[in-house]
């Protein structure tokens, strides 16, 4: 049997978990608007399997060069 305090947590992370997709959902139904500002697209990926949500910026670079 789980303790209170292993309980608390587990409802404190599902809690956290929810935040953050909703967070997610808020900001993508201003993707057009954040896309323009940034000048960009964005990648971004709900992942609803997953316990966060991530908007990715992909940038290519060359490693080697020094003055970039």
């Not at 049997?1 to 992370?13: I, L, N």
């Not at 960009?40 to 992942?47: G, K, M, N, Q």
Request: glycine residues 2%.
């Amino acid at each position: 049997m789980r303790s209170h305090e292993e309980r608390v947590a587990e409802t404190k992370r599902h809690i956290a978990a929810r935040q953050r997709k909703e967070l997610f959902k808020s900001i993508y139904v201003h993707k057009e608007d954040v896309e323009k500002i940034m000048g960009f697209a964005l990648d971004w990926r709900e992942l609803p399997e997953r316990k966060a949500s991530r908007i990715i910026i992909e940038k290519t670079a060359d490693l080697d060069d020094q003055a970039a």
